[in-house]
């Protein structure tokens, strides 16, 4: 295997059973049939290089939100070698609560963000309730302070974060959204987080109810397939299915993607 390949891996912190499909489909006909969720991070490693996408949320949180975690995201590292002060480097895909809930856990990383994120959370547009639902001010808080600590990179748009892994601004969930591209055994794998929640959102082009610019998420679904080597290689942020089309981790609520997923996607 070239050193130029990333190993890339899922791992599922929490899950949220009591949902219908009219929670994660705009137009949905059968929108009170159940559909569940699952909530990731994502690890990234090549050599002795380690980057972490997102941090899921702790107890704290999920109790704030009667969203009980699984376990939290520091153990649900663990079977992986890693722990929170190991991560020197993060990327945030964008600040709602489920992906930047645990800054605090990780305090020597350096924040990867698109700028448009940061000015959005603390804009205007959380003057809306609506919008503001899916952040909580405290997690906003720690970003700010991580600017004045020096330890976030700002981007605008398309970046590279390392040789083989680059960033790129979807919005349309929310309006700094950015999926990952990462260089993989099997091709180019896009972690496309909240760009897609699940498979059907980009494989039927159904957007997913929250929303801030529904054109840019319609957009992103284009974009997805524009920088996957294959559709296959698109992982939703949220899709259960994603723990059954992967092979299995160093640990059941671990699975392993950069190798390509071991049977048919479908929704």
């Known amino acids: 295997m070239s050193d130029a390949y990333w190993q890339v891996f899922a791992v599922k912190y929490a899950d949220r059973n009591a949902r219908v499909r009219g929670d994660s489909f705009i137009f949905d006909d059968a929108h009170d049939a159940p559909h569940p969720m699952d909530y990731f991070m994502w690890l990234l490693r090549r050599g002795d290089q380690t980057i972490l996408v997102d941090t899921g949320y702790d107890d704290a949180e999920g109790a704030t939100r009667g969203r009980p975690i699984l376990m939290d995201p520091g153990a649900a590292l663990a079977p992986l070698g890693v722990r929170p002060d190991d991560i020197t480097q993060l990327i945030i895909t964008h600040l709602h609560y489920d992906h930047a809930g645990g800054l605090h856990l990780f305090p020597n990383a350096q924040i990867h963000l698109q700028a448009a994120e940061m000015a959005y959370a603390t804009g205007p547009c959380m003057c809306h309730g609506t919008l503001q639902a899916p952040f909580t001010a405290d997690h906003i808080c720690e970003a700010v302070r991580r600017v004045y600590s020096g330890k976030v990179i700002f981007h605008d748009g398309d970046a590279q974060v390392a040789e083989g892994v680059t960033v790129h601004r979807i919005g349309g969930h929310s309006r700094g959204l ?24 980009f494989q039927a082009r159904k957007p997913f109810p929250i929303v801030v610019d529904l054109q840019d998420m319609l957009d992103g679904f284009e974009t997805l397939d524009r920088l996957a080597t294959r559709p296959a290689l698109i992982v ?25 997923p071991q049977k048919d996607i479908t929704p």
């Open 178 to 201: 950015q999926a990952v591209r990462v260089l993989t055994q099997a091709g180019y794998l896009m972690l496309a987080s909240d760009a897609a929640h699940f498979y059907e959102n």
């Open 236 to 260: 939703p942020g949220h899709d259960p299915l994603v723990m059954q089309h992967f092979p299995e981790g160093p640990a059941a609520h671990i699975v392993r993607l950069d190798l390509g």
